[in-house]
């Protein structure tokens, strides 16, 4: 397989002897000739393979650094004496020229990496800027009755949000209000305020942990899923069909979508935190030996309506946002299969972060209007 | 390579149309994606009622052109002409009313999973016209029949096969009775037969109505039936090398890329089916207008 250089005149003759096989260890084809120094230079790199055994990919291997080699050096690569098989081959692997792509390279500098990292930010910006806009203007069309909405597909996203989530909700809920109780029992038993449990559910429940958690559960389940159906509609050009009727697919395939979840969130907070409360009374009446009567007394002592609308307020915008969340995120969805477990697990990262952040900002405007 | 002038390439004989302007124009077009360019310099003329099929190896830029066509990707560089508007240039009311005039066939079908075939192709008519329900189902009902699938107006696209989706998806393409119909690959993943049947329905959809069609293709069996012209896609000189009828492509090929693309040979030598594409009553159907 060690293939042999020798001269004549201006020509160098590569010997190709015994068998080439990818099971052996493949020469390198340049430090063959760079033992030549007798002038003139060489002008032509030929081939000899009248000794040559059985041969495979590895040989076209060599070949071809061959071939790159005589043309980065200014050599004739000739072909001529090789097997009509082989040469064949070699024609075919250079019969489409190497195609320019914008892959970034593997040596791309630092700099370079940040700007192009910096122009993706910038264009998913836009991207999102312009989503929220066709959202907004397919909105109000609906509001000035200059858009027909689909309202099958609004009272399916209803229906799969209210009974379909309602097992999921109505656990978490009932563990999430057990724990509130937990925690209310251990620490305010040390200062004899066991009674006050109720508060701490009832607050816990109906201004916090009845939406976010909800709102979870539901980026979860079905932000998730929006953006896997999107993304999925997308790879299979159903949202082009849209486009190039002229049809808005925000209209049809959307609007339905975010506004069932903006229906359907607050509605199941209110159960959320309903249900919430029941399981902080059974730790309540169980651990602290509080009377149902007791428990109901303390929450009605110390929790206003506004307590629950703020919740269901809360759980209308995380509506909003878990829509818009997992919509946008399908309808930005890639060209391949893997394309739409990414959108689905961004538009869950996507959803709660935005959930999480809307509540702090809703908390802190609810304190300064003294809520 | 220079800027073409494709009626000088083009062999097929025909006088350019004189009278009144193209469904399409394309002039000077260049689709890249980011700085990778993928065609440049395409200039061409898709003529009223004929079957214009978009030719070019896997890679080549066949579909991306198409989405050109249709509005979906903006021209890097010159323009594309709806009846001699500019798409990109127009605004929503006019691409509004350009899109209603075209219809698409993808390539596979793009019907939408959550709507009935019935459905499927309704949607364009509620949408666009003031039809009550009972005339735009019976709108459906038609469309369907022409298309060999009366009966399954309930049925959902996932529960029939590849070439009844396809046909549903040209029932919809055709619910507003467009002047220009794109079809993309319309005989991928289709047995010789049922493709066969596709390419009569598109004949007869251009001899019946006068559809202007557009299509992107490489199988050549099909382009040798339905197409009256063709261009070239060649992936190596990043334009279009040639156009002309099929035949003519055939018989006088302009570039080695073309004979190989129209003889289905390889740079390794011509393929034993080549012959395929001689098909003699083909030959007489595009030799004789």
């Avoid at chain 2, 919809?172 to 047995?191: I, K, Y």
Wanted: one cysteine or more; hydrophobic letters at 45%.
């Amino acid at each position: 397989m060690a293939p042999e250089v020798r001269r004549e005149a201006e020509t160098l003759i590569v010997e190709l002897v015994g068998d080439w096989e990818l099971s052996h260890a493949l020469p390198r084809f340049g430090p063959l000739l760079e033992n030549d120094s007798q002038a003139p230079a060489a002008r032509a790199v030929d081939f000899d393979a009248s000794n040559l055994g059985r041969w495979d990919s590895s040989l076209l291997t060599f070949l071809q650094q061959g071939m790159i080699h005589c043309e980065a050096h200014d050599l004739e690569f000739r072909s001529g004496n090789l097997p009509e098989d082989v040469a064949r081959l070699l024609e075919l692997a250079r019969a489409v020229p190497e195609q320019e792509t914008d892959r970034t390279s593997a040596g791309e500098s630092y700099p370079a990496a940040m700007g192009a990292g910096g122009l993706a930010a910038w264009d998913g910006l836009v991207a999102a800027i312009t989503f929220l806009g066709e959202v907004t203007d397919s909105f109000l069309r609906l509001v000035l009755f200059r858009l027909r909405m689909r309202w099958r597909d609004f009272w399916v996203v209803v229906q799969s949000n209210s009974s379909g989530a309602l097992p999921i909700v109505t656990l978490i809920s009932f563990l999430v209000g057990m724990i509130i109780s937990f925690l209310g029992a251990v620490v305010l038993r040390r200062f004899g305020a066991g009674y006050f449990v109720s508060y701490l559910v009832g607050y816990g429940m109906l201004r916090e942990m009845a939406s976010l958690m909800t709102g979870i559960i539901l980026a979860g389940r079905t932000g998730a899923a929006f953006a896997a159906e999107l993304g999925s509609m997308k790879i299979t050009e159903e949202i082009d069909a849209y486009r190039t009727l002229g049809i808005s697919p925000v209209d049809h395939l959307v609007l339905p979508r975010v506004l069932g979840l903006m229906v359907t969130m607050p509605l199941l907070t209110i159960y959320a935190g309903f249900i919430g409360i029941l399981g902080g009374m059974v730790v309540a009446i169980m651990v602290l030996d509080l009377t149902v009567t007791q428990f109901t007394g303390g929450l009605l002592a110390a929790v206003t309506l506004s307590d629950a609308l703020l919740g269901v307020f809360k759980g209308t915008v995380f509506g909003l946002i878990i829509g818009l969340a997992g919509c946008m995120k399908g309808m930005q969805t890639g060209g391949d299969a893997s394309a739409v477990g990414k959108a689905a697990t961004s538009a869950v990262v996507l959803g709660i972060t935005l959930i999480i952040g809307a509540n702090a900002v809703i908390d802190w405007l609810a304190v300064l209007l003294n809520v | 390579m220079g800027a073409l002038d494709v009626e000088q390439r083009g062999t097929d004989g025909r006088a350019p149309e004189e009278t009144g302007t193209s469904p399409i124009e394309v002039r000077g077009l260049a689709m890249k994606y980011g700085p990778l360019v993928v065609m440049e310099d395409l200039n061409f003329q898709v003529r009223r009622g004929e079957i214009f099929v978009i030719m070019g190896g896997s890679g080549s830029g066949k579909s991306t052109l198409l989405k050109h066509l249709i509005g979906l990707k903006a021209p890097a560089e010159g323009s594309i002409l709806f009846e001699g508007e500019d798409f990109f240039e127009a605004d929503e009311e006019a691409r509004k009313g350009i899109l209603r005039r075209m219809g698409v066939l993808y390539q596979n079908g793009a019907l939408w999973s959550g709507l009935t075939l019935a459905e499927n192709v309704a949607l364009p008519l509620e949408e666009y016209t003031d039809l009550d329900t009972r005339s735009i189902g019976e709108v459906v009902s038609l469309k369907l029949s022409l298309v060999g699938l009366r009966g399954f107006e309930s049925f959902y696209p996932t529960e029939i096969s590849g070439g009844m989706r396809k046909r549903a998806a040209l029932a919809r393409a055709t619910a507003l009775d467009p002047e220009v119909l794109f079809f993309d690959e319309p005989s991928s993943g289709l047995d010789p037969i049922t493709a066969s049947r596709l390419d009569d329905l598109i004949l007869q959809l251009r001899d019946s109505f006068g559809t202007t069609i557009v299509i992107v293709s490489h199988d050549l069996a099909s382009i040798f039936k339905i197409a009256d012209r063709a261009i070239f896609l060649d992936i190596k000189e990043k334009t279009m090398t040639a156009m002309g009828s099929p035949v003519s492509l055939r018989d006088s090929p302009p570039s080695d890329e073309v004979r190989r693309f129209m003889t289905r040979s390889s740079v390794l030598g011509p393929s034993e089916d080549s012959d395929a594409s001689r098909d003699p009553k083909a030959q007489d159907r595009r030799d004789d207008p």
